[in-house]
């Protein structure tokens, strides 16, 4: 699959999970976050093969979007097999997509 592989619109202070790479898959993807509010807004992204993130798996943690339909995006992004990518906003007015390639191994 290439393109879409997930999205979704945040849920204030709960992580949330975008897409995970399925079995025997590797994926190159990108997560592209927008703020649809009118103030700043934080957020993290945290990428595992846990049930949920610690410590470790975030490769970005309180970063803010600081205008109103601002939009961060992170690009190159190597997943192997059973990670799960998942973001977290402080506000309910952040949106989030995840594009990529799945290539089969």
Same mark, same amino acid.
Request: aromatic share 6%; net charge negative.
């Given at each position: 699959?290439?393109?879409?592989?997930?999205?979704?619109?945040?849920?204030?202070?709960?992580?949330?999970?975008? +897409? %995970?790479?399925?079995?025997?898959?590797?994926? %190159?993807? #990108?997560?592209?976050?927008?703020? &649809?509010? %009118?103030?700043?807004?934080?957020?993290?992204?945290? *990428?595992?093969? $846990?049930? #949920?993130?610690?410590?470790?798996? +975030? *490769?970005? +943690?309180?970063? %803010? *979007?600081?205008? $109103?339909?601002?939009?961060?995006? &992170?690009?190159?992004?190597?997943? #192997? $097999?059973?990670?799960?990518?998942?973001?977290?906003?402080?506000? $309910?007015?952040?949106?989030?997509?995840?594009?990529?390639?799945?290539?089969?191994?």
């Amino acid at each position: 699959m290439s393109g879409l592989l997930g999205k979704a619109a945040l849920v204030a202070d709960t992580d949330t999970e975008i +897409y %995970t790479v399925p079995a025997n898959t590797v994926t %190159t993807l #990108s997560v592209l976050i927008v703020n &649809r509010g %009118t103030d700043s807004a934080k957020f993290r992204v945290a *990428i595992t093969d $846990a049930v #949920s993130p610690a410590a470790a798996d +975030y *490769i970005e +943690y309180d970063a %803010t *979007i600081p205008v $109103a339909g601002g939009v961060f995006e &992170r690009t190159g992004l190597v997943c #192997s $097999a059973g990670e799960q990518v998942f973001v977290r906003s402080s506000t $309910a007015n952040c949106s989030v997509r995840v594009n990529g390639f799945e290539q089969g191994v």
